[in-house]
Structures are given as C-alpha cells and as structure tokens.
Nanobody
C-alpha cells in the first residue's frame, strides 16, 4: 500500500520556524522525485519545492527561496521541509507527493501537479500572532 504521511504542522508566530516531515510506506522515496505543495484558503494549490532522487538537487518557488529548505533522509524513508522566517502568507495546508515516474525534478518549483501520483493528506500550517 503506497502511502505518504505529513507531520509537523501547527500554529507558529510570524518570523518563526517549522519543520515538516513526509514519511513514506509501501515504496522507497529514494527512487522518486518528491515535491512539497501548499494550498491557502481561497487559492489554488501551488508547488513549493522539489528534491531529486538521482543527485539530490532541489527546486524552489520564488516565494520561498532562501527561507525554505527541502532535504531527504533515505535511511528513514522521509523527506523534510524546513520553513524559516514564516509569514502569514505561508498559511496553508502543506502536502508532499511522489512523482509518478521521474527520479529528478524539472521545471519551476515542482513542475506540473499532474506529474505526481502519490499524495499525503496534508498538514495545516498557520502563521499568526
């Protein structure tokens, strides 16, 4: 059974930090490009970041570049998203997803959402004072 489970979300004050985790079961994350997406209230879901399996290279959306860092621990079958300098604009449900067939990231941020076959259920991040 292929499954991704996000954790680490919660309420944080502006300027604070959170680290999100994406744990996989039923498949090996080391073989797949993994993306982080988010969806804010009233907005479409957008790609945030992607990490390749082949060489570990990373892509970021302009809105998070320099603040967010994606990484992976293949031994734990887990991908992380470290989020620093958070602002209310970062409030959203955050999802991780595994690329359907590619082991490296292409295009802006994550590339098309339609390229990702396996999705977690999301974790809520709320940035507010």
């Amino acid at each position: 059974q292929l499954q991704l489970v996000e954790s680490g979300g919660g309420l944080v004050q502006p300027g604070g930090s959170l680290r999100l985790s994406c744990a996989a079961s039923g498949f090996t994350l080391a073989y797949s490009a993994i993306g982080w997406f988010r969806q804010a209230p009233g907005k479409e879901r957008e790609g945030v970041s992607c990490i390749s399996a082949s060489d570990g290279s990373t892509n970021y959306a302009d809105s998070v570049k320099g603040r967010f860092t994606i990484s992976r621990d293949n031994a734990k079958n887990t991908v992380y998203l470290q989020m620093n300098s958070l602002s209310p604009d970062d409030t959203a449900v955050y999802y991780c997803a595994a690329h359907t067939y590619r082991d490296y990231c292409v295009g802006y941020a994550t590339g098309p959402e339609s390229d990702y076959a396996y999705w977690g259920q999301g974790t809520q991040v709320t940035v507010s004072s």
